[in-house]
Structure formats: C-alpha cells, structure tokens
C-alpha cells in the first residue's frame, strides 16, 4: 500500500512565522504536490515537484516556496504566515512523470494561523 | 484558466437511492477523468476513473458517464448508503504534461439512513 505522512495533523502558528510542513511517501513515486483545501473551493494546487529538485508552480503558489532534496520528501514552506494561509494542506504524490496516475493523497495538515 | 465545473456543492438523498453529481469541463485536451472521495478527517482517495474513449465505467454501485460532445461527465451512485456520506471530487488532467489533476469544488453527499 502507498503511505504518504505529514508531519503534523494539526499546527497553530502566530502571524510572521516561518512555517514547515513536512510530506514523505514511500512508494518511490516521481511526482509530489502540495494543495490547499477551503471550504466551497476545492483543491488548489501549490506546488508540484516531478523530481528531485525539481518544482513548478500550481495554481495559487503567492507566499509559498517548496523544496525537494531527497525523492521521498517534499516540503512546503511558509516564508511569513498570515492569516489567509489558515487552511488545510494536502500533500500527494503519483508514480510517473509526464503521465497521468492515481494520486495518492496524506491525511492532511490543518494550519492555523492567528 | 482551465476549469471543472462541479455541480451540486451539496446532496441529501436517502438511503437506497441514486446521487448524481455533475462536472463540466472546458479544456478539450483533457482526456483522464477521476473522482477522488474524502471523507473527514481524511486524505481523498481515488474512487473511478475514465478516459474519452469509452462513455461508461462502472465498478460496483458506482458509475461514471461520460459525453465527451458535452464536455460533462457525472458520478451516479447506486443504492447510496450511509457509509457513502463524504465529499466527492471530480478531477481532469492531460497525459501529455505535468500530470497536474484539475479539481472540482466538491459534493458534500449526505445519504440519511
């Protein structure tokens, strides 16, 4: 079975705060994302990676930078919290670049930002 | 800005009955259609998927159609239960690319008993 774990379920952080959130798969996969989720607005994409390294921008990347060092881990980072970036964060990660799998999705990071 | 349209945000149906929801989409270059299931507290899971060459895929109570003329393609469920309450997402991508998955908004399904 494909794991992918975040760090933390639950995170409150103070407004200007550096934040980290933290994502591990264990399937070898290639491809790795980060999406926010709101409430009426679905699943935006953040980030992605398709290799160590390697990253692209999604929908909605303002205020946000990723980081890739190893295949396994994709970290998401918060350079200065604010408020509006309260949300839940969702890692996932799918086999194969250049081509369309399941994604396989962590648990989720509820962060919230005060 | 490629879009999927999903509709209705939220659904009641009664145990035993069908729930349909809907996305419409506008990028005809898409051509892999999932829906994902999430239920609280968790991660969404992929639940089906299809690709523009067939209209139908069903896997047990759970059916896509899809009218690749209409750009719409829908999720019906059959004999809903309350073990299907949870919220739904459809989702297109194009295989040639990042294998980026364009999301839906959601459909909080709620099967009473």
């Known amino acids: 079975d494909v794991k992918v774990t975040q760090s933390s379920r639950y995170l409150v952080k103070r407004t200007g705060e550096k934040v980290f959130l933290e994502c591990v798969q264990d399937?070898?996969?290639?491809?790795m994302f980060w999406y926010r989720q709101d409430p009426g607005l679905g699943l935006r994409l953040i980030y992605f990676?398709?290799?160590?390294?390697?990253?692209e921008k999604g929908d909605i990347p303002e205020g946000y930078s990723v980081s890739r060092e190893k295949k396994e881990r994709f970290s998401l980072i918060l350079e200065s919290a604010s408020t509006n970036q309260t949300s839940m964060y969702l890692c996932a990660s799918s086999p194969y670049r250049g081509r369309t799998d399941t994604q396989y999705f962590g648990p989720g990071t509820r962060l919230t930002v005060l | 800005q490629q879009q999927v349209k999903q509709s209705p945000q939220s659904l009641i149906v009664q145990k035993g009955g069908i729930s349909i929801i809907n996305c419409a989409y506008e990028?005809?270059?898409?051509?892999?259609f999932p829906w994902y299931q999430q239920f609280p507290g968790k991660g969404p899971a992929l639940l089906i998927a299809?690709?523009?060459?067939?209209s139908e895929k069903k896997e047990g109570r759970f059916t896509i159609s899809f009218n690749k003329s209409a750009k719409q393609f829908s999720l019906h469920i059959m004999d809903s239960q309350p073990g299907d309450s949870a919220t739904y997402f459809c989702?297109?991508?194009?295989?040639?690319?990042?294998?980026?998955?364009?999301f839906g908004k959601g459909t909080m399904l709620l099967v009473s008993p």
């Open positions: 299809i690709r523009p060459d067939v």
């Open positions: 990028n005809t270059a898409f051509d892999y």
């Open positions: 399937m070898d996969h290639e491809n």
């Open positions: 989702a297109a991508s194009m295989d040639s690319g990042y294998s980026t998955l364009t």
């Open positions: 990676s398709y290799d160590v390294k390697m990253k």
